[in-house]
Every structure is written in structure tokens, then in C-alpha cells.
């Protein structure tokens, strides 16, 4: 779903699936690069494990997801993930900084986890902000082509692309 290549550089924006990481890790290989920012100090714990149990390298900064402490355009792909981003009260602030670190034709990509339905559902996270408002505050982000790529196994994906310039 995510679509990474071997020697792509890739973020994951949020440490809630260090697996997704780890996993993120093994396809863009030795040539690539994989790093994952959260501003919880104590989640690099996760990360770690999964890219240990993977064998994959995958670094950690501590930073807020409004303020990644990364260069401009030194990335393909950006994934940001809903789950771990007490900053999506203002997500632009997060959409924005994803698309600085974006790489001229690069994707940006957001992954949310859906409200289940039932009993559970009242124990789970709000729902799901309504798919338009999340495509205009991608391209209100500078991206283009905000849509919908999937809804799978409670997730929904979300891609842009950064514009050439």
C-alpha cells in the first residue's frame, strides 16, 4: 500500500507501528534510509525492538511532528501516522513540515485508523475526520492530488504528491 522502493529515503512521521517501520526499513534496504520522529521520548523503545526482531536500521529523532528537525526535500516518501500525533489537533502545522521534508515529486502519506463499529467503538478514538477535510488540508499543505488510496483492515491511506518545481 505504501509503495516504497529499495534506496528510497523514507519518514515516518509518529511511533505508533514501529513494525510498519521496520518493515519500511527492509524494502528501501542498505541504500535507503528509514527514520521515524515522535516527540514521546519513550517510544523509541518500540522502534527499536521491531527493527531489532526485522534486522533492519532505522533511525529515531525526538521532535515534534510541527517542527521535524530534517532538511528540506531529503525525502521520497513521508508517512504520517494518525495514531501517535497529538499534534493533529492543528494538522496542517504536521501536513505542512511532511511536505517541506518531501522531495519535489515525492508522496506525503497519511494512515488513520477507522472507528469500529459496535461495543468497542466506545472504548476507541473519535471517528475518522471526513475524507474531504483531510484531502484539503493535504493540499492546502502545498501537495496535489490528495485522495484516498485504500480502506483496509481499519485503516484508511491517503496519498499526495509534492508538486516539481
Known amino acids: ?22 518493515d ?23 522502534v527499536d525492538a521491531a527493527a531489532a526482531k526485522a534486522g533492519a536500521l532505522v533511525e529515531f529523532l525526538v521532535a515534534p ?12 516518501v513521508v508517512i504520517v501516522l494518525a495514531a501517535s500525533l497529538p499534534e493533529l489537533g492543528a494538522p496542517s502545522g504536521v501536513f505542512d ?3 517541506r521534508v518531501t522531495r519535489p ?7 488513520e485508523h477507522l472507528r469500529k463499529p459496535g461495543v468497542r467503538a466506545l472504548r476507541s478514538k473519535p471517528a475518522a475526520p471526513p475524507l474531504a477535510a483531510v484531502c484539503r ?15 483496509a483492515a481499519g485503516m484508511r491511506f491517503y496519498e499526495a504528491v509534492k508538486p516539481r518545481r
Open 97 to 99: 513540515e511532511a511536505a
Open 65 to 76: 511532528a510541527t517542527a521535524l528537525p530534517l532538511d528540506p526535500g531529503g525525502f521520497d
Open 105 to 111: 515529486a515525492g508522496r506525503v502519506l497519511f494512515i
Open 137 to 151: 488540508l493535504l493540499e492546502s499543505a502545498g501537495l496535489r492530488s490528495a485522495r484516498v488510496l485504500a480502506e
Open 24 to 46: 519500511v526499513a527492509l524494502v528501501t534496504g542498505l541504500n535507503g534510509r528509514t527514520v521515524v520522529v515522535d516527540s514521546a521520548a519513550g517510544s523509541q523503545a518500540g
Open 1 to 22: 500500500m505504501i509503495g516504497v522502493k529499495p534506496a528510497d529515503s523514507v519518514l515516518v512521521v509518529g511511533a505508533s507501528d514501529g513494525g510498519l517501520a521496520a
